[in-house]
């Protein structure tokens, strides 16, 4: 989870015994976090996690060079790659080099040194976290994954999306991966979805529409030809209009739905992009809505936007997800999130979510009822995830919805009429974020939850009026559940930990994060002044991490990570190093400052310098703006200087106990 890293309670509990502990135990952090690895649930009452997100997008946005509030294009992100793309080109033609990618690399960097001179890049992991900050005990992670589809026959072969690292398949099980797009123009991943009647078709959705503050933004649909094989061939980016009008990019895909025997007809459903709920907007993007192509398969797709609401096929509404009938592409039902007044075109009032139904929606212009209303005009309120089971006649249907900060509605009639089954929080506070659910093929009662920390897997088996936890192993933050079409005690979930799999129907799971599985996301990498395997750097939810002297990696503190610095000076066989956590100036819960360590294999001992809850520390004041990620750099002198920006600079010339203003206070004011 994007996560506060100094918990309130506990910094509470540092002033109460004087400061005098120089660092954070890992035991005294046990006290606050038995409910959820990364936050404890005393910060809940300081800072909703929305605005946690909201502070989080800003810092990312203005390393990319987007202003807060303003507008920005995000065709040119794709011109960029594809200029590099003919400029690696031209480089590799001019020396003779062989274009492509190294193989994964060993725990060590000792392979750097084969790297072409022609700008092969080698990875050095980490492949993967090997402690990662997870349920009951410690597992593996990797990165933030978000969406899954297995095979419809073979339970071995799977599909997996990441919020940041492409599209990876296994063949195995899981037992190894494969990334298939990482030439594509788009690595962030919303959806993935196997063709029913040809299993070597597969539609990947890129940007990611989890409606978090970093979920960034696609350029449409593509299709992958020959999946399985060893040689897939890749189609897209796919998204234009018979008008020839781009009417994807810019924006996240939801969910895609294939026809069971005719994948030439596909639905696709948009939504926003990066900033699901942050400050950050493309200009000029295209609405949002329902889309179909019945030329999928075809050289040149096209899409046709359907109206799902009263407004038209001129809506601009984020669908979210979709459902269809299993063997009657005419039922799908559209989870319709709420929103507020837009100045669109046409305009868009305010209006609650919700699901709506089609019986026709292979007709030239099909018809959408509203069934069930979902109160509320934000994510936050209204994002609800579907998932479908067909027995005999009988068609049931899930929905996970935020409302009441965590609903299981279920529909027995093909989502005509819903029946509230559980309001039980599970996905509380973070509901535009953390929602999945899936249901048994063959058992209708049987039904698998996902949600925040209270509930990052849970199982039900009286068609979802409770729900059990099974969540030992798993990193919380639970973005997707796929129960194989073949084998329903084969489950595989997805969460900001990376990929797991279940062989007992959710019983226990197994850690997919693999040396073959890269997803993390780096935030900032700091290297040793003269060893080149020592590096740190900081990760989102996934911990600060070092590759240590002996090139193997580990964990080294929690939560997000964020800049990292090594002192400069450092001698050959030891280390200074600094790194920032999230830093917030929110009154009664100030976190501001940075982390000190000299211990080349410290784990979660880091000493903190800088503010705790309010007044100063160590020369930091608490009530400075703050970004969320505060700057932190090194400069000359031994040891070496540090500095730390809030809106102030700071300067510290031993190790920052104590740490100096050197600039105006504020620098500016706005």
């Not at 649930?41 to 800003?58: C, D, G």
């Not at 690696?88 to 080099?97: D, H």
């Not at 209303?373 to 579907?386: C, H, K, Q, V, Y």
């Not at 279920?410 to 559980?422: C, F, I, K, Y």
């Given at each position: 989870m994007r996560k506060v890293l100094l918990t309130v309670g506990l910094l509470t509990l540092a002033a109460l015994i004087s400061w005098a502990s120089p660092f954070i135990s890992k035991a005294a952090l046990s006290i606050f976090t038995d409910d959820d690895p990364d936050i404890p649930r005393t910060w809940k009452n300081v800072m909703s996690k929305e605005e946690y997100m909201l502070r989080r997008v800003e810092h990312i946005a203005l390393l990319r060079g987007i202003g807060t509030g303003l507008p920005f294009n995000p065709a040119l992100?794709?011109?960029?790659?594809?200029?590099?793309?003919?400029?690696?080109?031209?480089?590799?033609?001019?020396?003779?080099?062989?274009?492509?990618?190294?193989?994964?690399?060993?725990?060590?960097?000792?392979?750097?040194?084969?790297?072409?001179?022609?700008?092969?890049?080698?990875?050095?992991?980490?492949?993967?976290?090997?402690?990662?900050?997870?349920?009951?005990?410690?597992?593996?992670?990797?990165?933030?994954?978000?969406?899954?589809?297995?095979?419809?026959?073979?339970?071995?072969?799977?599909?997996?999306?990441?919020?940041?690292?492409?599209?990876?398949?296994?063949?195995?099980?899981?037992?190894?991966?494969?990334?298939?797009?990482?030439?594509?123009?788009?690595?962030?991943?919303?959806?993935?979805?196997?063709?029913?009647?040809?299993?070597?078709?597969?539609?990947?959705?890129?940007?990611?529409?989890?409606?978090?503050?970093?979920?960034?933004?696609?350029?449409?649909?593509?299709?992958?030809?020959?999946?399985?094989?060893?040689?897939?061939?890749?189609?897209?980016?796919?998204?234009?209009?018979?008008?020839?009008?781009?009417?994807?990019?810019?924006?996240?895909?939801?969910?895609?739905?294939?026809?069971?025997?005719?994948?030439?007809?596909?639905?696709?459903?948009?939504?926003?992009?990066?900033?699901?709920?942050?400050?950050?907007?493309?200009?000029?993007?295209?609405?949002?809505?329902?889309?179909?192509?019945?030329?999928?398969?075809?050289?040149?797709?096209?899409?046709?936007?359907?109206?799902?609401?009263?407004?038209?096929?001129?809506?601009?509404?984020?669908?979210?997800?979709?459902?269809?009938?299993?063997?009657?592409?005419?039922?799908?039902?559209?989870?319709?999130?709420?929103?507020?007044?837009?100045?669109?075109?046409?305009?868009?009032?305010?209006?609650?979510?919700?699901?709506?139904?089609?019986?026709?929606?292979?007709?030239?212009?099909?018809?959408?009822?509203?069934?069930?209303?979902?109160?509320?005009?934000?994510?936050?309120?209204?994002?609800?995830?579907?998932?479908?089971?067909?027995?005999?006649?009988?068609?049931?249907?899930?929905?996970?919805?935020?409302?009441?900060?965590?609903?299981?509605?279920?529909?027995?009639?093909?989502?005509?009429?819903?029946?509230?089954?559980?309001?039980?929080?599970?996905?509380?506070?973070?509901?535009?974020?953390?929602?999945?659910?899936?249901?048994?093929?063959?058992?209708?009662?049987?039904?698998?939850l996902g949600g925040s920390p209270a509930l990052p897997f849970g199982i039900s088996s009286n068609g979802g009026a409770s729900f059990t936890s099974s969540s030992t192993g798993l990193h919380v933050d639970s973005h997707s559940i796929a129960v194989a079409p073949s084998n329903p005690q084969v489950i595989y979930f997805g969460s900001d930990g990376g990929i797991y799999r279940s062989n007992n129907a959710g019983g226990t799971w197994t850690s997919l994060s693999n040396s073959t599985y890269s997803a993390t996301q780096f935030m900032s990498v700091a290297l040793h002044p003269t060893d080149p395997n020592f590096t740190i750097g900081g990760t989102q939810d996934n911990g600060t991490n070092m590759i240590r002297f002996d090139g193997t990696w580990r964990r080294t503190d929690f939560g997000d990570g964020g800049y990292a610095a090594i002192d400069q000076s450092s001698s050959a066989t030891g280390v200074t190093m600094y790194h920032t956590y999230f830093n917030s100036n929110a009154a009664g819960g100030s976190v501001m400052g940075y982390a000190f360590s000299e211990d080349a294999n410290a784990f979660e001992n880091w000493a903190f310098r800088g503010c705790q809850i309010a007044g100063t520390g160590n020369g930091i004041t608490c009530s400075d703006s703050v970004l969320f990620y505060a700057p932190l750099e090194t400069g000359p002198g031994t040891p070496n200087t540090v500095y730390y920006g809030s809106d102030r600079l700071y300067r510290s010339d031993n190790k920052g106990l104590v740490n100096v203003v050197v600039s105006q206070a504020p620098i500016e004011v706005n």
């Amino acid at each position: 989870m994007r996560k506060v890293l100094l918990t309130v309670g506990l910094l509470t509990l540092a002033a109460l015994i004087s400061w005098a502990s120089p660092f954070i135990s890992k035991a005294a952090l046990s006290i606050f976090t038995d409910d959820d690895p990364d936050i404890p649930r005393t910060w809940k009452n300081v800072m909703s996690k929305e605005e946690y997100m909201l502070r989080r997008v800003e810092h990312i946005a203005l390393l990319r060079g987007i202003g807060t509030g303003l507008p920005f294009n995000p065709a040119l992100r794709m011109q960029a790659i594809q200029q590099l793309d003919e400029q690696q080109g031209r480089l590799l033609a001019a020396t003779g080099a062989p274009e492509g990618t190294s193989a994964a690399g060993e725990q060590s960097q000792s392979n750097l040194s084969a790297a072409a001179i022609s700008g092969t890049w080698t990875p050095i992991g980490p492949f993967p976290i090997p402690n990662g900050q997870t349920v009951g005990v410690s597992t593996p992670v990797s990165g933030r994954t978000v969406a899954i589809a297995v095979h419809p026959t073979n339970p071995e072969i799977a599909y997996v999306g990441t919020a940041q690292g492409g599209l990876y398949r296994t063949t195995n099980g899981g037992a190894t991966w494969v990334p298939l797009m990482d030439n594509a123009l788009s690595l962030a991943i919303g959806t993935v979805v196997i063709a029913p009647s040809n299993p070597e078709v597969v539609f990947v959705g890129t940007g990611e529409q989890s409606f978090s503050a970093d979920s960034f933004f696609g350029v449409g649909m593509y299709r992958i030809e020959n999946a399985s094989s060893a040689s897939p061939t890749i189609v897209g980016p796919i998204n234009r209009d018979g008008a020839n009008n781009d009417v994807l990019s810019g924006r996240a895909i939801g969910e895609i739905l294939v026809h069971p025997t005719n994948p030439n007809i596909i639905f696709v459903s948009s939504t926003s992009g990066i900033g699901g709920i942050g400050p950050a907007t493309p200009s000029s993007l295209p609405n949002r809505g329902l889309f179909r192509s019945t030329n999928a398969l075809s050289a040149s797709p096209t899409f046709t936007k359907l109206a799902v609401t009263a407004i038209g096929v001129g809506e601009n509404r984020n669908v979210v997800d979709l459902a269809m009938e299993p063997g009657n592409p005419d039922r799908i039902i559209a989870s319709v999130v709420g929103t507020a007044a837009l100045a669109t075109t046409p305009p868009t009032p305010a209006d609650n979510g919700g699901l709506f139904l089609t019986t026709n929606a292979l007709a030239p212009i099909p018809t959408f009822t509203k069934t069930l209303d979902i109160a509320g005009t934000t994510s936050t309120a209204t994002r609800t995830e579907l998932a479908i089971n067909k027995v005999g006649g009988t068609v049931t249907v899930y929905a996970a919805s935020a409302f009441g900060t965590g609903s299981v509605y279920r529909s027995t009639d093909g989502g005509q009429s819903w029946t509230l089954m559980v309001d039980n929080n599970f996905c509380n506070p973070q509901c535009f974020y953390d929602i999945c659910i899936d249901v048994d093929p063959t058992n209708a009662n049987r039904v698998y939850l996902g949600g925040s920390p209270a509930l990052p897997f849970g199982i039900s088996s009286n068609g979802g009026a409770s729900f059990t936890s099974s969540s030992t192993g798993l990193h919380v933050d639970s973005h997707s559940i796929a129960v194989a079409p073949s084998n329903p005690q084969v489950i595989y979930f997805g969460s900001d930990g990376g990929i797991y799999r279940s062989n007992n129907a959710g019983g226990t799971w197994t850690s997919l994060s693999n040396s073959t599985y890269s997803a993390t996301q780096f935030m900032s990498v700091a290297l040793h002044p003269t060893d080149p395997n020592f590096t740190i750097g900081g990760t989102q939810d996934n911990g600060t991490n070092m590759i240590r002297f002996d090139g193997t990696w580990r964990r080294t503190d929690f939560g997000d990570g964020g800049y990292a610095a090594i002192d400069q000076s450092s001698s050959a066989t030891g280390v200074t190093m600094y790194h920032t956590y999230f830093n917030s100036n929110a009154a009664g819960g100030s976190v501001m400052g940075y982390a000190f360590s000299e211990d080349a294999n410290a784990f979660e001992n880091w000493a903190f310098r800088g503010c705790q809850i309010a007044g100063t520390g160590n020369g930091i004041t608490c009530s400075d703006s703050v970004l969320f990620y505060a700057p932190l750099e090194t400069g000359p002198g031994t040891p070496n200087t540090v500095y730390y920006g809030s809106d102030r600079l700071y300067r510290s010339d031993n190790k920052g106990l104590v740490n100096v203003v050197v600039s105006q206070a504020p620098i500016e004011v706005n």
